[in-house]
């Protein structure tokens, strides 16, 4: 019997994603502005796509998980600390050469990160992705993640 194919990589979050949600929120912003609506709603819509955005930006740039590991004893996710917390591989998508990767711990909670050329090479993303086809044919066509918050 074959083992199972083993990688671990550093994982940090990507800036590029960052600057497009910034870009996006910006765009939103704008778009409220020039709406026809009262300056009161404008103000109340603007302060909270902003409130959301900055709130979420925080959340997703300060991610406690600095490693991502995997061997026979399955999926890993290390933070900081080097507390290890074992996972289960949920699904992963494919679209180019963006590589979003999601897990559920023990208690249930769901977890997505996302490879990109900002936060990796190609060749990790390669490797990751013969893992990752390896543990789960079904999956390699690129089965939409469920959509869940993260």
Same mark, same amino acid.
């Given at each position: 019997?074959?083992?199972?194919?083993?990688?671990?990589?550093?994982? %940090?979050?990507?800036?590029?994603?960052?600057?497009?949600?910034?870009?996006?929120?910006?765009?939103?912003?704008?778009?409220?502005?020039?709406?026809?609506?009262?300056?009161?709603?404008?103000?109340?819509?603007?302060?909270?796509?902003?409130?959301?955005?900055?709130?979420?930006?925080?959340?997703?740039?300060?991610?406690?998980?600095?490693?991502?590991? $995997?061997?026979?004893?399955?999926?890993?996710?290390?933070?900081? $600390?080097? $507390?290890?917390?074992?996972?289960? *591989?949920?699904?992963?998508? %494919? %679209?180019?050469?963006?590589?979003?990767?999601?897990?559920?711990?023990?208690?249930?909670?769901? %977890?997505?990160?996302?490879?990109?050329?900002?936060?990796?090479?190609?060749?990790?993303?390669?490797? *990751?992705? *013969?893992?990752?086809?390896?543990?789960?044919?079904?999956?390699?066509?690129?089965?939409?993640?469920?959509?869940?918050?993260?």
């Amino acid at each position: 019997m074959k083992s199972a194919p083993a990688i671990a990589f550093d994982y %940090r979050p990507c800036r590029y994603l960052g600057i497009g949600v910034v870009l996006m929120v910006g765009f939103a912003v704008l778009a409220i502005a020039s709406s026809g609506l009262t300056s009161a709603w404008k103000g109340m819509l603007a302060a909270v796509a902003l409130l959301y955005a900055g709130v979420s930006l925080r959340v997703w740039m300060n991610s406690s998980i600095t490693r991502i590991a $995997h061997g026979e004893s399955g999926w890993r996710l290390i933070d900081q $600390h080097g $507390h290890e917390d074992p996972a289960e *591989l949920q699904g992963f998508l %494919r %679209r180019g050469v963006l590589l979003v990767l999601e897990f559920s711990n023990a208690d249930g909670r769901r %977890r997505r990160f996302l490879l990109a050329p900002g936060n990796s090479d190609a060749e990790l993303r390669r490797r *990751l992705l *013969l893992v990752l086809m390896a543990q789960a044919p079904k999956q390699a066509a690129g089965v939409p993640l469920p959509n869940v918050e993260t």
